[in-house]
């Protein structure tokens, strides 16, 4: 069995910065890649960012480009989420996600085999 765990989140002022983290563990598990994403009350979950390791590319959803960096250490199935100029709007709780297969399309929730359980962001104004 693979576990996710993610933490890092918190309550932070409009313009602050926090850093998530989320780690794997248990079985041997080599992912093809991992992001994160988030769910604001009363909405679908969505996509964030996400890295692949093979060729060190990153993804962000539109929003989040410029203020979120994705960054991570393969060998070790460890991801990292630094947030920066944060925003009301980035309030939600956030997940981290891992695949073990190579996904066609790394911002979709079905391509995601493992999933954190989810660590809370409150960006106050």
């Known amino acids: 069995q693979v576990q996710l765990v993610d933490s890092g989140g918190g309550l932070v002022q409009a313009g602050g910065s926090l850093r998530l983290s989320c780690a794997a563990s248990g079985r041997t598990f080599s992912s093809y890649g991992m992001g994160w994403f988030r769910q604001a009350p009363g909405a679908e979950r969505e996509f964030v960012a996400a890295?692949?390791?093979?060729?060190?590319?990153?993804y962000y959803t539109d929003s989040v480009k410029g203020r979120f960096t994705i960054s991570g250490d393969n060998a070790k199935n460890t991801v990292y989420l630094q947030m920066d100029s944060l925003k009301p709007e980035d309030t939600a709780v956030y997940y981290c996600?891992?695949?073990?297969?190579?996904?066609?399309?790394?911002?979709?929730?079905?391509?995601?085999?493992?999933w954190g359980q989810g660590t809370q962001v409150t960006v106050s104004s």
């Open positions: 890295i692949t390791w093979n060729n060190g590319r990153t």
């Open positions: 996600a891992a695949t073990g297969s190579s996904p066609v399309i790394v911002t979709t929730t079905s391509t995601y085999d493992y």
